[in-house]
């Protein structure tokens, strides 16, 4: 199976702040990668496909980029409701593999 | 709009098999173009594939639990359901269903249940 390893575990950030995290796969995977948002108690929300595609709805301080083995996604702007932990999924192979996650907090 | 709703018991005896349904309005889980799925999450930890079951049949399931797992669907009821056999504490977790689209640039999970959470305790 692809390991997914997300950098860094944690971060600390304010309102306003530009935010960056990465996601590294064991092997190259085109750019067959996912972002997903999840908040506490909640489903995982679909942010970003296809490395860079913004999925219908998510707003454009949302960002991703990368192809191969590294991945990147920024906000550009950090807002309020942005503090939640956030997942690269890669739709390469099966089985689908989870970095382990990112979990944004208020500085 | 779709909508996957989860359900099934909440507290399941190790050793026995844990069994799960969703339910799935506003599509239908007979068309080609997705992937019906369940993933988990431990409580505090990220999440796991599971597996699909696709066009009315097909299944794929992650190697890890391969031999303990059955995904199955039913048709007339617009539901499909996971098996877990010979559960431990390990399989205590959010269990969500999901739909995986088929794209144009690959696959997304873009409508998921709400998740339900089983324990596994005696």
């Known amino acids: 199976a692809i390991q997914m390893t997300q950098s860094p575990s944690s971060l600390s950030a304010s309102v306003g702040d530009r935010v960056t995290i990465t996601c590294r796969a064991s092997?190259?995977?085109?750019?067959?990668l996912g972002w997903y948002q999840q908040k506490p108690g909640k489903a995982p929300n679909l942010l970003i496909y296809?490395?860079?595609s913004l999925q219908s709805g998510v707003p454009s301080r949302f960002s991703g980029s990368g192809s191969g083995t590294d991945f990147t996604l920024t906000i550009s702007s950090l807002q309020p409701e942005d503090f939640a932990t956030y997942y690269c999924l890669q739709d390469y192979n099966y089985p689908r593999t989870f970095g382990q996650g990112t979990k944004v907090e208020i500085k | 709009q779709v909508q996957l709703q989860e359900s099934g018991p909440g507290l399941v005896k190790p050793s026995e098999t844990l069994s799960l349904t969703c339910s799935v309005s506003?599509?239908?889980?007979?068309?080609?173009?997705?992937?019906w799925s369940w993933i988990r999450q431990p409580p505090g930890k990220g999440l796991e594939w599971i597996g699909y079951i696709y066009d009315s049949g097909s299944t794929n399931y992650n190697p890890s639990l391969k031999s303990r797992v059955t995904i199955s669907v039913h048709t007339s009821k617009n539901q499909f359901s996971l098996k877990l056999s010979s559960v431990t504490a390990a399989d205590t977790a959010v269990y969500y269903c999901a739909r995986e689209s088929i794209t144009v640039a690959g696959t997304v999970f873009d409508y998921w249940g709400q998740g339900t959470l089983v324990i596994v305790s005696s």
């Open positions: 092997q190259g995977i085109r750019n067959d």
């Open positions: 296809a490395s860079s």
């Open positions: 506003g599509g239908s889980v007979s068309s080609g173009n997705y992937y």
